[in-house]
């Protein structure tokens, strides 16, 4: 018998989303966004001592390895041919840190995570200090010889795969943590409200540099896994859904997942998690509700913050990320928002801004980010279905509930008398690395 003819489908285009939760490759149509195939492996977390997070740098880079050969197996027995990847994009977690031994390319020590808390001095010292070319990494294995011409922070992946490109668009990305960002053009917008500017994306050696300004939730996904993993509430994380659904009411239950502090606005390392309101009728369905209540409510108080500093309230929210397939959370969002929520029908928008990254860079040329060739995309949309009353009440109490949270921690660092902003390593890897961005685009650019 003959064998099966390749699929031709045109240039297609890998991406590397390597996150806090999991590692995922998968593999576009340049032409048309449609994803062909994915494989995904979920990545362990270490807790060694309290406020310290950790990752097996080895297991994070060979889970790389397992997806990339894993979708091409996928693809084959699609009858795609993988020789028609031509170029890779990455998207990685950002602020988790790893040091390689440059002789032996051994870790030194273990990754440490964006969401860790030890080196509180040690940022702080480092936050003083900081003042006022077309190389292409040959991917090896299945994929050898197909270049990696694209690489943007998950977030920033995510804001161009949204096709978030004119000045004031803006999406959040629901994922371990909570991110919104709104791009803010060719011009730095500094917050007011506790949010931070960052660099946006820059798609091309000649092309400008494109700011924004982020909110950022420390605990958004990971609130579900930690029901999952450290109290047994639920044994996968779609069960929180379920959960949610049977009682939809929290019942006067608010939860703070304040497990590394408090991010935006109120950068706060000395808060921690409670769960208040309890009363003997309360139980794991309420739990279940209140988790996902407190994403919600933190989306809300980063996107007033973005309100008060763009000056003009976004009139609907664009989402993404894994937690998006939870309708519970999504008609949630709407209703404390009380604005419309939109979703992509194709969720995964943090690989496909990295695949467009790199199908569209000098040299591989494959995909255009030209408006006009830009592919429509099916919505979902959440309309609010509560009065605007009862959604501030709410939101009135979680803010209450929040107050309660902070000032748990009172141990200060040892080099300073006075808490400060920059005493979490969290928030010192956001702002440090920002500032470095942020100097770093305006040299490549040019501006004085």
């Keep these: 018998m003959a064998a099966a003819k390749k699929a031709v489908l045109g240039p297609l285009v890998g991406a590397v989303d390597q996150g806090t939760s999991s590692t995922r490759f998968l593999v576009f149509n340049s032409k048309t966004a449609e994803l062909l195939s994915h494989h995904q492996v979920e990545i362990k977390q270490e807790f060694p001592r309290e406020g310290w997070v950790e990752q097996d740098p080895k297991e994070i880079l060979h889970s790389v390895y397992e997806c990339v050969e894993k979708t091409c197996e996928k693809l084959g027995q699609l009858n795609i041919d993988i020789s028609n990847i031509k170029a890779i994009g990455?998207?990685?977690?950002?602020?988790?840190?790893?040091?390689?031994?440059?002789?032996?390319g051994e870790p030194l020590y273990n990754a440490v995570v964006w969401l860790d808390l030890r080196t509180q001095s040690t940022v702080e010292s480092l936050s003083k200090r900081i003042p006022g070319n077309n190389n292409f990494v040959k991917k090896a294995g299945a994929l050898e010889g197909v270049p990696i011409s694209g690489c943007l922070g998950d977030q920033s992946a995510a804001l161009v795969g949204?096709?978030?490109?004119?000045?004031?668009?803006?999406?959040?990305?629901?994922?371990?943590?909570?991110?919104?960002?709104?791009?803010?053009?060719?011009?730095?917008?500094?917050?007011?409200?506790?949010?931070?500017?960052?660099?946006?994306?820059?798609?091309?050696?000649?092309?400008?540099?494109?700011?924004?300004?982020?909110?950022?939730?420390?605990?958004?996904?990971?609130v579900t896994r930690w029901l999952r993993d450290n109290l047994g509430i639920i044994k996968t994380s779609e069960e929180i859904e379920k959960l949610a659904k049977e009682v939809g009411t929290s019942y006067g239950c608010y939860f703070v997942p304040a497990f590394s502090g408090l991010y935006a606005p109120y950068w706060d390392p000395s808060a921690r998690g409670i769960i208040c309101g309890l009363t003997q009728f309360t139980n794991k369905c309420h739990i279940a509700f209140a988790a996902l209540e407190a994403v919600c409510f933190q989306t809300r108080e980063i996107l007033d913050a973005m309100n008060r500093d763009c000056g003009i309230p976004l009139r609907h929210l664009q989402v993404d990320g894994g937690m998006t397939s939870n309708k519970i959370l999504m008609q949630l969002q709407a209703d404390i928002l009380y604005i419309p929520v939109v979703k992509p029908s194709m969720p995964e928008t943090t690989a496909l801004g990295a695949a467009m990254a790199?199908?569209?860079?000098?040299?591989?040329?494959?995909w255009s980010l030209e408006p006009e060739d830009l592919s429509a995309v099916t919505m979902e949309r959440f309309e609010p279905q509560i009065n605007a009353e009862e959604s501030e009440i709410r939101y009135s109490t979680w803010k209450k509930a929040v107050m309660k949270s902070m000032g748990w921690v009172t141990t200060q660092?040892?080099?300073?008398?006075?808490?400060?902003?920059?005493?979490?390593?969290?928030?010192?890897?956001?702002?440090?690395?920002?500032?470095?961005?942020?100097?770093?685009?305006?040299?490549?650019?040019?501006?004085?």
């Design 90 to 104: 990455v998207s990685n977690q950002r602020e988790t840190t790893v040091v390689w031994d440059k002789l032996t």
């Design 413 to 448: 660092s040892p080099e300073s008398g006075d808490p400060s902003i920059f005493c979490s390593l969290p928030l010192g890897f956001f702002i440090v690395s920002s500032m470095v961005m942020l100097i770093g685009a305006r040299y490549i650019s040019g501006i004085p």
């Design 358 to 366: 790199a199908g569209a860079a000098e040299g591989v040329g494959v």
């Design 162 to 222: 949204q096709m978030c490109f004119q000045d004031g668009q803006a999406k959040n990305t629901y994922g371990t943590g909570c991110f919104l960002l709104c791009n803010t053009g060719r011009k730095c917008v500094f917050s007011e409200h506790g949010l931070l500017t960052t660099v946006a994306y820059k798609l091309g050696r000649d092309k400008p540099v494109f700011y924004a300004l982020e909110g950022s939730v420390a605990i958004a996904g990971a």
